[in-house]
C-alpha cells in the first residue's frame, strides 16, 4: 500500500538547512532574472504575475517578449521556490503532492522545491502520472 499516514518529522536543524537552501535559490533565480530582464519595472511585473499565479497555472502567460519567454523557466523555478517557502510553514512541507508520503530529507536537500516523492517525480518523468495517484 502507498497510501500510509505518514508525517514529515524533519528536525529543527532540518528545516533551517532546508530553509536556508531555498532563500538561497531565491536569490540566485531573482538576480538570475533580473539581469535576464534588464529592468527592474519588469521583474515587478514578473514579481506580480508570481504572485498572481500562485495556483501554478500561467493562464496569463500569453503575449510574452523573447527575453521574457527565456526566463520562463526561471520564473517557474522560482515560483516553486516561494511556494516551497510558504509550505515551509505548514504541515504539508515535506510530503509528497500527489500520494502524502514523506519526500526524503536527503531529496529535500538537494532540491528542496520538490513537491513530489521520487516514486510519483518518476511516473510523471515517464509518462504514467495517473498511475501514481492512489486517492
Ligand atoms: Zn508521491
Known amino acids: 500500500m502507498k497510501l500510509q499516514a505518514v508525517q514529515q518529522d524533519l528536525s529543527p536543524g532540518q528545516y533551517a538547512v532546508l530553509e536556508a537552501a531555498l532563500r538561497q ?6 538576480q538570475a532574472l533580473q539581469s535576464q530582464l534588464g529592468e527592474q519595472g519588469r521583474v515587478e511585473h514578473a514579481r506580480e504575475q508570481l504572485l498572481q499565479d500562485g495556483d501554478g497555472e500561467q ?20 515560483r516553486q521556490v516561494n511556494e ?3 509550505r515551509l510553514r505548514s504541515a504539508e ?13 536527503e531529496r529535500l536537500k538537494a532540491n528542496p522545491e520538490v513537491p513530489r516523492c ?9 509518462g504514467q502520472a495517473g498511475t501514481a495517484r492512489k486517492l
Open 25 to 30: 535559490r531565491q536569490a540566485v533565480l531573482e
Open 59 to 78: 493562464a496569463h502567460a500569453t503575449d510574452r517578449e523573447v527575453d521574457l519567454a527565456r526566463s520562463d523557466a526561471n520564473l517557474d523555478a522560482l
Open 84 to 86: 516551497a517557502l510558504q
Open 93 to 105: 512541507f515535506g510530503l509528497c503532492s500527489d500520494c502524502g508520503a514523506a519526500i526524503a530529507f
Open 118 to 126: 521520487i516514486t510519483c517525480q518518476a511516473a510523471i518523468e515517464h
